[in-house]
């Protein structure tokens, strides 16, 4: 959103189509040839676009540092926004309360409730080789002979 916002209204749709599809090129290389291609394209007439573009890059790219089953859940903001989807709807409605311990009660209730249907992760499998710090390339795993030829 934040390079879409530097684009006249005009030209967003284009960008937009080519920008989502960055984000799911199958390797970090395929996605930076897919960047470049965006920059080429747009350097001339949007300069600060893509300047923000190459600001907020290893940001937008992190995931593939992560097994490829985990990236459909770091690409997505609805893990976040999803749960808390019930309990908004029910506090906007009531503009106030008259004590925050009733209030933190209600929304507590309401994402103890949604909890119930939260999606489960997949590759859970592959947590805890993430949390032991194991690196990750392109999805997959690399191995100490990989990690050690990339030394060299």
Known sequence: MNVLDRFPKRLRGEAAELLGKIPYARTQRECEAMRDGFID???GTQAKACEVLMRDWERMVTFYLFPKEHWVHIRTTNVVESPFHGSRLRTNAIKRYKRVENATAMIWKLLKVAEKRFRTLKGVEKLK??????LYRDGEEITTVQSERMAA
């Open 129 to 134: 080789s993430v949390y032991e710090g194991n």
């Open 41 to 43: 394209r747009y350097r």
